[in-house]
Protein backbone atom coordinates (compact mmCIF):
# COMPACT_ATOMS: atom_id res chain seq x y z
CA UNK A 1 0.00 0.00 0.00
CA UNK A 2 2.60 2.66 0.77
CA UNK A 3 4.96 1.49 -1.87
CA UNK A 4 1.80 1.82 -4.71
CA UNK A 5 0.81 5.54 -2.79
CA UNK A 6 4.11 6.38 -3.20
CA UNK A 7 4.47 5.55 -6.57
CA UNK A 8 1.20 7.77 -7.56
CA UNK A 9 2.08 10.54 -5.21
CA UNK A 10 5.25 10.95 -7.40
CA UNK A 11 3.22 10.37 -10.64
CA UNK A 12 1.02 13.50 -9.12
CA UNK A 13 3.74 15.18 -7.92
CA UNK A 14 5.07 15.20 -11.27
CA UNK A 15 2.26 15.89 -13.17
CA UNK A 16 1.50 18.84 -10.63
CA UNK A 17 4.73 20.56 -11.37
CA UNK A 18 4.16 19.62 -14.83
CA UNK A 19 0.85 21.58 -14.46
CA UNK A 20 2.61 24.41 -12.51
CA UNK A 21 5.34 25.06 -15.16
CA UNK A 22 2.34 24.80 -17.81
CA UNK A 23 0.77 27.70 -16.10
CA UNK A 24 3.58 29.75 -15.60
CA UNK A 25 4.28 29.80 -19.28
CA UNK A 26 0.76 30.62 -19.83
CA UNK A 27 0.88 33.58 -17.55
CA UNK A 28 4.32 34.47 -18.82
CA UNK A 29 2.52 34.42 -22.88
CA UNK A 30 -0.25 36.54 -21.38
CA UNK A 31 1.86 39.31 -19.88
CA UNK A 32 3.79 39.11 -23.22
CA UNK A 33 0.09 39.17 -25.56
CA UNK A 34 -0.82 42.10 -23.01
CA UNK A 35 2.35 43.98 -23.73
CA UNK A 36 2.04 43.46 -27.41
CA UNK A 37 -1.81 45.07 -27.29
CA UNK A 38 -0.21 47.83 -25.00
CA UNK A 39 2.11 48.83 -27.52
CA UNK A 40 -0.13 48.30 -30.95
CA UNK A 41 -2.39 50.38 -29.06
CA UNK A 42 -0.05 53.64 -28.47
CA UNK A 43 1.36 52.93 -32.36
CA UNK A 44 -2.57 53.27 -33.25
CA UNK A 45 -3.36 56.07 -31.50
CA UNK A 46 -0.19 58.06 -32.57
CA UNK A 47 -1.57 56.96 -36.46
CA UNK A 48 -5.37 58.71 -35.43
CA UNK A 49 -2.91 61.96 -34.22
CA UNK A 50 -1.03 61.72 -37.02
CA UNK A 51 -4.35 61.63 -39.41
CA UNK A 52 -6.31 64.18 -37.50
CA UNK A 53 -3.32 66.18 -38.28
CA UNK A 54 -3.11 65.57 -41.87
CA UNK A 55 -6.63 66.28 -42.35
CA UNK A 56 -6.54 68.84 -40.54
CA UNK A 57 -3.86 70.15 -43.05
CA UNK A 58 -6.06 68.97 -46.16
CA UNK A 59 -8.96 71.37 -44.80
CA UNK A 60 -6.24 73.93 -44.62
CA UNK A 61 -5.22 73.74 -47.79
CA UNK A 62 -8.92 73.28 -49.62
CA UNK A 63 -9.74 76.53 -47.71
CA UNK A 64 -7.12 78.34 -48.67
CA UNK A 65 -7.41 77.01 -52.48
CA UNK A 66 -10.90 77.97 -52.26
CA UNK A 67 -9.98 81.30 -51.62
CA UNK A 68 -7.19 81.82 -53.88
CA UNK A 69 -9.86 80.80 -56.45
CA UNK A 70 -12.44 83.73 -55.32
CA UNK A 71 -9.75 85.60 -55.32
CA UNK A 72 -8.68 85.05 -58.71
CA UNK A 73 -12.09 84.88 -60.03
CA UNK A 74 -12.51 88.40 -58.81
CA UNK A 75 -9.57 89.72 -60.33
CA UNK A 76 -10.05 88.15 -63.71
CA UNK A 77 -13.67 89.45 -63.56
CA UNK A 78 -12.15 93.09 -62.78
CA UNK A 79 -9.43 92.82 -65.85
CA UNK A 80 -12.54 92.07 -67.71
CA UNK A 81 -14.46 94.72 -66.66
CA UNK A 82 -11.46 96.64 -67.13
CA UNK A 83 -10.66 95.57 -71.02
CA UNK A 84 -14.89 96.02 -71.52
CA UNK A 85 -14.67 100.00 -70.46
CA UNK A 86 -11.21 100.57 -72.61
CA UNK A 87 -12.86 98.62 -75.78
CA UNK A 88 -15.79 100.64 -75.15
CA UNK A 89 -13.74 103.91 -75.31
CA UNK A 90 -11.51 103.09 -78.33
CA UNK A 91 -15.11 102.37 -79.59
CA UNK A 92 -16.81 105.97 -78.82
CA UNK A 93 -13.32 107.43 -80.05
CA UNK A 94 -13.44 105.46 -83.41
CA UNK A 95 -17.05 106.26 -83.60
CA UNK A 96 -16.34 109.96 -83.06
CA UNK A 97 -13.23 109.91 -85.44
CA UNK A 98 -15.52 108.45 -88.20
CA UNK A 99 -18.53 110.79 -87.95
CA UNK A 100 -15.66 113.47 -88.33
CA UNK A 101 -14.14 112.18 -91.06
CA UNK A 102 -17.38 111.49 -92.61
CA UNK A 103 -18.70 115.46 -91.71
CA UNK A 104 -15.09 116.40 -93.40
CA UNK A 105 -15.74 114.59 -96.92
CA UNK A 106 -19.10 115.91 -96.53
CA UNK A 107 -18.20 119.19 -96.34
CA UNK A 108 -15.35 118.89 -98.94
CA UNK A 109 -18.12 117.44 -101.13
CA UNK A 110 -20.53 120.84 -100.69
CA UNK A 111 -17.43 122.77 -101.21
CA UNK A 112 -16.29 121.10 -104.44
CA UNK A 113 -20.35 121.54 -105.59
CA UNK A 114 -20.25 125.23 -104.59
CA UNK A 115 -17.30 126.22 -106.11
CA UNK A 116 -17.95 124.28 -109.52
CA UNK A 117 -21.56 125.93 -109.11
CA UNK A 118 -19.80 129.51 -108.69
CA UNK A 119 -16.57 128.85 -111.35
Known amino acids: ?15 FQQWDSDVQKAEEQEEKLAN ?3 QQQ ?13 LKTI ?15 K ?6 AG ?12 Q ?4 MDTQQQEMATVRKSLQSMLF
Open 1 to 15: RQKLNHEFSQQFLTL
Open 36 to 38: MFR
Open 42 to 54: KVFQQARIVQSQR
Open 59 to 73: KQLYEQFLKSMEELE
Open 75 to 80: SNENLL
Open 83 to 94: AQSELRKEMAML
Open 96 to 99: KKIM
